[in-house]
């Protein structure tokens, strides 16, 4: 190849014969650009071009397919073309990417036109000389076949031919005829007009086409022939603006448009419609192809399509299929369900496996899939198991055309087989465990394993202190989530499942702003919770509760296999408070007899001994009055033990009346603050007293209730040590009344908390001081309360001294 910048020949017969080509090509009336439009066409090429080369530039003859604001540029410098090269060495030129040869890249066409791919041959005058070339141009490297470069070859030689026959006169039919063969042994129909509309050419294609005769075409209007009557005001439009000098924006382009035949039946055709100059001025023409067979197999081929679609789409199962390179073809209803619109199971993505695990991916390698299991993971999406079938797909010689994939999801068919399994499971563990404390971790375990969600909580009911403890929890390796405190009702899934007695969804914990919100757990990654109640014969005693890394909509039948194994631990807990309940009551007749034997026995030992002192002494009046002193105390005490015993079973078996009435639950506490006043200060005690200030209304028994709020201040003055602290405070909001009385005194053994409200219990450290006591207050106080609607709790207060106890009542309305 020649440098770049090299002269062509500027040999004088060589531009003498070139001007004289120039002067017919472009005044004749040639159809040269149908000419290197057949070229473009024949290498499927978007331009093709006609150029005469002389000393200095390069000359468009003939033109297809420029853009617009190329169409009207007549010449170019010679030394920025390809066809330079063309003329100088006299041979086709090939180029297959002109940015990718260092002396092509920075030619003028390639920088400012845009050229990438050029194909070239010469064209010759009747002596031999070149010319100039016939190409055909591409804006994307172009891959030139041997058969593109034939049939520019062909099209150049056809030019020559037609330029051989205008230079000599004598030769001019000789020209014409074989212009004329090559139109009408073309296999498009070729259609001329004056832009008056009348028709000048029509080739035997056309007569095949359109069924009109050449003898009965030429020299009538072509929109009475050919054009559909609702575009041929459209068409007359066309004409006069091309007669006022204008050029549409069509010319040139490639375009579908529909025509008709002499029977008057419409069909698609497609064109590039061509103006040119001619010696009577400008006349249009255009190569027509009738693409009816093509639009009707295209169609079909829409309308097969738009089936297989449907059908598809209305399958549950997720099908997907890609072509012989791997491409993604074919993405179904289901299928895009199961992925996301986007996913494309050629590839792994972010799930955890290998991309030569995936169904489709050993399909296309050769490999035939059935019954194929797998665990489909996306991020942010629950896992779901599936099994797939995929097969490759060939034609009759064995070649790869691609694969297809089929995909049925059994996530509950396998959850279900594993709750089932784990629920035998549960049975197990619960069988050999002595209390929910001691099965709790490796239940937790085998249904969170079973569910695969990373974290699962076992809680119980602390009637005492109204809250929910943890009993147990389990958590996959590799997540760090510090032990939970106490729950309050309805706080967070566990709450509510107990308070409503309902299984709690929580879609996603991560929500911020929600009293669903659990930062805790949602800082580690986990969104979806569910809690389950735990039931036995009293209601509900607790939850057990599981937290997935994955936002998740509740399903009922996981909430149904989980409320199952709710209900196998609470039947275990049911027995266990069976036998907790005999072995507490074989307890309470312990107690009851060891009250009797003291309690009972203590007093009646006194009034005993002073009434023999007085039936048998001879003590002087103030004796006898000191001894009946301790008579009546004794008796009094009795008498107070058996009322308690009495008014106890009356209140819980419900054969005692309480009377109701409205009362001031303030002046309750403040009389009886003011009654334990003078033992308080006896103790160098603090007391606090904080009260509203106006009434604070219930409706209640009143010497029942005064009986409860003595007892509890009653106890904090007792059991404080001398200098130690005493709060009473009262409160209401719109949830009631709330008395609490706190103190600091000796509390209560961590052990013995759940015994606190039962009949005869006394704690151990206060057993031990030799304080004296029924251990019947708390439990009439616990029966009264609730008599009335309300509640009554008690807290420790951690590594500090004391107790706080909680009263709430209903407020009064009138």
Known sequence: MPQLGTDVSAEPERLASLRRAHTLLTTSAAPVDGLVRLAARAAAAPVGLLTLVDDERMHIVGRHGLPPALDRVQAEPAVSSFCQFVVREDAPLVVRDARADPMLRDLGTVRRLGVTAYLGQPVHDRAGRTLGAVCVVDSVPRHWTDDDVAAVGECAALLEVMLAAEVSREDTALAAAETDTVLETALEAFVAIELTGEITRWNRAAERTFGWSAAQAVGRQVDELVIPERFRAAHRAGLARLARGGLPKLIGQRLQLWATNKAGQEFPVELTLNVVEGPLGRHAHAFIYDISERVTAERQLARERHFLSALLDNLDAGVVACDERGRTIL????????????????????????????????????????????????????????????????????NRLGAVAALHEVTDRRRAQRLIECELAVSRILEQSATIEDAGPELLEAVARTLQWPHSELWIVDKVGNVLRNAAMWTQPGYEIPPPGPLAPGKGVSGIAWQTGQPAWIPDISVVGSRLHLPTLAEHGLRVGLAVPIRDGTGVTGTISFFGDAAEEPEQSLIALLSGIAAHIGQFLERRRAEDLARQLARTKDEFIALVGHELRTPLTSISSYTELLLHDDADEATRGQFLAVVARNAENLRAIIDDLLDLAGLESGYVTMVERPLDLAAVVREVAGANAQAAREKDLDVALRLPDGPAPVSGDLPRLRKVVDHL???????????????????????????????????IPTAERSRLFERFFRGSNIRNQGVPG????????????????GTITVTDHGDKPGTTFVVRLPTYCP
């Open 331 to 398: 993405y179904n209803r289901a299928m895009r369900e199961i992925t996301g619109f986007d996913a494309d199971l050629s590839s792994p993505h972010d799930r955890h496996f290998e991309a030569d695990e995936l169904p489709l991916a050993r399909a296309f390698h050769g490999e035939h899939v059935r019954d194929a299991e797998f665990v489909l993971h996306l991020p942010g999406r629950p896992r779901r198991v599936f099994t797939a079938n995929a097969q490759p797909i060939r034609d009759a010689d064995g």
């Open 713 to 747: 201040v009653t106890n904090a003055v007792k059991f404080t040590p001398a200098g130690g602290r005493v709060e009473i405070e009262m409160d209401s909001d719109v949830a009631g009344i709330t008395l609490r009385v706190a103190d600091t005194g000796v509390g």
């Open 774 to 789: 029924t251990g019947l207050g708390l439990s009439i106080s616990r029966t009264v309360v609730e008599r009335h609607g």
